[in-house]
């Protein structure tokens, strides 16, 4: 018999390293802190996370509203790169920018860290990520959980998901109910591919093209990883500014299934969205996965946001107020489309034109 199989079995033998994981929570409480609002009690490390909820007591119906997602395969990006304080900022905005959509204020989020072997620095760096898009999306971290999976994960192997709340007077509600014809569709321009289509960007740039995340790509004016990582954009505090000073009737947050089909989940029986391509000019990521992979437009349009990562839908007399909202707090935003009555043969959303040069 070998020694190993002569000694008494460990979870560290096993590959579980608890004092690496103890190392990890340490790093991390600095960037945890700095998310904190007042009605979070006690610190990073119980067993639950506290909310005092006596907050929502100046509400007169308050509904809670809760959302969770992960980032996707944008995960092996930041792994080959060795860049893991930005993924977290990508988790917040998939979860917090789905909340908001309802007109929900986010409260406060947790999250799951998966590896397969403790790096103390890299999930400290992740928990940073997560903490600062907290920060950009006003909740707080309350709590999260880290998991070592030796054996079912490689040693830089990792995937993040979170969960979150939030809360909105239940008379403030935004959706489908409130929109009418005549109201206007505005976009808001995303910072790149945001977290979703990698699966499809992957194999048509790295498996197809042959590029490499370190090739320094003219259009973009940077490698090709680093666009490929950059960050989700957090929409949260944008849109409840515009609710404050704008009727607004929905938002739709463009995620996976791309920018007709998520609009479509906010328009009523009855009704129509119509937006024009010809509107806005997508990114060059956009044409580069493309023209590189031979995608159709149609195939692009129902895999990335093309440039578009939340809409707003409001009444056409609130158009100008809204813009200039948007403008203030530095979001690129336009009129994009219109709200009709619905023909025989229309879907929900639908794009119209070809994209402006």
Known sequence: MSETETTGASYAAAGVDIEAGDRAVELMKEWVKKTQRPEVLGGLGGFAGLFDASALKR???????????????????????????????????????????????????????????????????????IAEGCVLAGCALVGGETAEHPGLLGPDDFDVAGAGTGVVEADRLLGA???????????????????????????????????????????????????????????????????????VHAFSHITGGGLAANLARVIPDGLHAAVDRSTWTPGAVFDLVGTAGRVERLELEKTLNMGVGMMAVVPAESVDVALTTLADRGVDAWVAGEITERGEHTTGATLTGDYAA
Do not use: W
């Open 59 to 129: 509400y007169e119906r308050p509904l809670l509203a809760s959302a969770t997602d992960g980032v996707g395969t944008k995960v092996d990006i930041a792994r080959q790169m060795g860049v893991y304080d930005t993924i977290g900022h990508d988790l917040v905005a998939m979860v917090m920018d789905d909340i908001v959509v309802c007109g929900a204020e986010p409260l406060f989020m947790t999250d799951y860290i998966c590896v397969g072997k403790v790096h103390p620095e890299r999930v400290a760096a992740i928990v940073k990520g």
């Open 177 to 247: 109910d409130r929109i009418r014809a005549g109201d206007v569709v505005i976009a808001m321009a995303s910072s790149g591919l945001h977290s979703n289509g990698y699966s499809l960007v992957r194999h048509v740039l790295f498996d197809r093209a042959g590029m490499r995340l370190e090739q320094r790509v003219e259009e973009f004016g940077r490698t090709l990883g680093e666009e490929l990582l950059e960050p989700t954009r957090i929409y949260s505090l944008d849109c409840l500014a515009l609710t404050r000073t704008a009727e």
